[in-house]
């Protein structure tokens, strides 16, 4: 039969990334131009449909604002999945997933299914970095990489998609 699923997931990553505007967009399928930034962190849910299951999606959006950073623990932990996000026209937010990655393989669930999210990619003439060495470093690191756009919806509802399909069929 079909099983059913329920996944914690997390979003981490800069302020501004556009955490909030991609589980916006996954979930009631909308995007705004002046989102306003998180405090503290937004739950939300939403359920996909695989080959041979349904997962629902239980969405810890945090804050990226760096006073909120101590919080992070208490949204990754027992988590099974997260979707590390950076700006692609934001070279800094690169390097905070990347210490958000280094994070979560210290403290987070050893089987965690990871994800890193360039996003902004509608902003082709503001990119400042490379499609390759997000995916190398993603490679290097044992994550799935997509570049996505909540503004137009490229690849995001994909990168749920692609996280259902990898979590382990209990
Ligand atoms: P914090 O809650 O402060 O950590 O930020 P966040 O990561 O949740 O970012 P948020 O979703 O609030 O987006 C920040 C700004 O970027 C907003 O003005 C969004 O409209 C914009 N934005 C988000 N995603 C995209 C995108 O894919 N393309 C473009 N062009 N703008 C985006
Ligand atoms: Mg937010």
Same mark, same amino acid.
Do not use: C
């Given at each position: 039969?079909?099983?059913?699923?329920?996944?914690?997931?997390?979003?981490?990553?800069?302020?501004?990334?556009?955490?909030?505007?991609?589980?916006?967009?996954?979930?009631?399928?909308?995007?705004?131009?002046?989102?306003?930034?998180?405090?503290?962190?937004?739950?939300?849910?939403?359920?996909?449909? *695989? /080959?041979?299951?349904? $997962?629902?999606? +239980?969405?810890?959006?945090?804050?990226? #604002? %760096?006073?909120?950073?101590?919080?992070?623990?208490?949204?990754?932990?027992?988590?099974?999945?997260?979707?590390?996000?950076?700006?692609?026209?934001?070279?800094?937010?690169?390097?905070?997933?990347?210490?958000?990655?280094?994070?979560?393989?210290?403290?987070?669930?050893?089987?965690?299914?990871?994800?890193?999210?360039?996003?902004?990619?509608?902003? *082709? /003439?503001?990119?400042? $970095?490379?499609? +390759?060495?997000?995916?190398?470093?993603? #490679? %290097?690191?044992?994550?799935?990489?997509?570049?996505?756009?909540?503004?137009?919806?490229?690849?995001?509802?994909?990168?749920?998609?692609?996280?259902?399909?990898?979590?382990?069929?209990?």
């Amino acid at each position: 039969g079909n099983k059913s699923i329920n996944a914690k997931l997390v979003l981490l990553g800069d302020v501004g990334a556009g955490k909030s505007s991609l589980v916006l967009r996954f979930v009631k399928g909308q995007f705004i131009e002046f989102q306003e930034s998180t405090i503290g962190a937004a739950f939300s849910s939403q359920t996909v449909a *695989v /080959d041979d299951a349904t $997962v629902k999606f +239980e969405i810890w959006d945090t804050a990226g #604002q %760096e006073r909120y950073h101590s919080l992070a623990p208490m949204y990754y932990r027992g988590a099974a999945a997260a979707i590390i996000v950076y700006d692609i026209t934001n070279q800094a937010s690169l390097e905070r997933a990347k210490k958000w990655v280094q994070e979560l393989q210290s403290q987070g669930n050893s089987n965690m299914v990871m994800a890193l999210a360039g996003n902004k990619a509608d902003l *082709v /003439d503001s990119r400042k $970095v490379a499609t +390759e060495e997000a995916q190398a470093y993603a #490679q %290097e690191n044992g994550l799935f990489f997509m570049e996505t756009s909540a503004k137009t919806a490229t690849n995001v509802n994909d990168i749920f998609y692609e996280i259902a399909k990898r979590l382990p069929r209990l």
